[in-house]
Nanobody
């Protein structure tokens, strides 16, 4: 079992920045990749960014150049640095951990982008 806890969401003005954190615990040695996903009201959950155990990263086109995913293996934490936020970035952001056996999800953290 893997437990994931997100933090760092909040209210930010357009053009501002936030950093989300996802702390992993449990059977983390089984994790080969982690990612951030988001779900806006009335929309499907979508991929934002992923990072593998080899630090290979992938981003949705809508966030390329603005968001950066990274990880700190010593802290078992994955981060999502979000810059130049737009109103369309407003959503609940979820962390996912992928193992060979199952995917694990956190409960999400809300990001509100509004003036």
């Amino acid at each position: 079992q893997v437990q994931l806890v997100e933090s760092g969401g909040g209210l930010v003005q357009p053009g501002g920045s936030l950093r989300l954190s996802c702390a992993a615990s449990g059977s983390i040695f089984n994790i080969y990749g982690m990612g951030w996903y988001r779900q806006a009201p009335g929309k499907q959950r979508e991929l934002v960014a992923t990072i593998t155990m080899y630090d290979s990263t992938n981003y949705a086109d809508s966030v390329k150049g603005r968001f950066t995913i990274s990880r700190d293996t010593a802290k078992n934490t994955v981060y999502l640095q979000m810059n130049r936020l737009k109103p369309e970035d407003m959503a609940v952001y979820y962390c996912k951990g992928a193992t060979l056996y199952a995917d694990y999800w956190g409960k999400g953290t809300l990001v509100t982008v509004s003036s």
